[in-house]
């Protein structure tokens, strides 16, 4: 089911966070590359409990930044599993931002993150059934 446009997804976000001033650029919008690690960081979340260990980042496939997030914008990002392989993970993440005192979401961004099972030295394992 496809949910409406400006409504964010109806599952709880994998993280939730605040922008902060020193994210900035001299403009006063936040810099793309923190919203980017914040949806590294909710899809690092997910690809961990799916993966059941550590997991790394190997692609970030179609962002695009749609609108701008402010300094003190509610930032939720939400992560859903796309598909997985014998050791990755594709990852969905949605950025939404809420004005510090609005009640209106905003869809940001969003993108595929692609991870990968790691083993303790850094090679790649298989994703554990369950």
Not at 4 to 29: C, F, K, L, Y
Not at 34 to 56: E, H, S, Y
Request: proline content about 8%; some cysteine.
């Amino acid at each position: 089911m496809t949910q409406p446009p400006d409504t964010p997804p109806a599952q709880e976000p994998v993280i939730r966070t605040i922008a902060m001033p020193a994210d900035t650029n001299p403009s006063g919008d936040i810099f793309g590359g923190w919203l980017m690690a914040q949806m590294d960081l909710a899809a690092g979340n997910l690809a961990g409990r799916i993966g059941k260990g550590r997991a790394a980042t190997i692609a970030v496939d179609g962002m695009t930044f749609h609108k701008p997030v402010k300094v003190g914008d509610e930032v939720s990002l939400y992560a859903d599993l796309v598909a997985t392989g014998r050791t990755s993970m594709r990852i969905h993440v949605e950025a939404w931002r809420r004005p510090r005192y609005g009640t209106d979401c905003t869809k940001v961004t969003d993108a595929i993150f692609t991870f990968v099972a790691i083993d303790a030295e850094g090679r790649s394992r298989p994703i554990p059934k369950d």
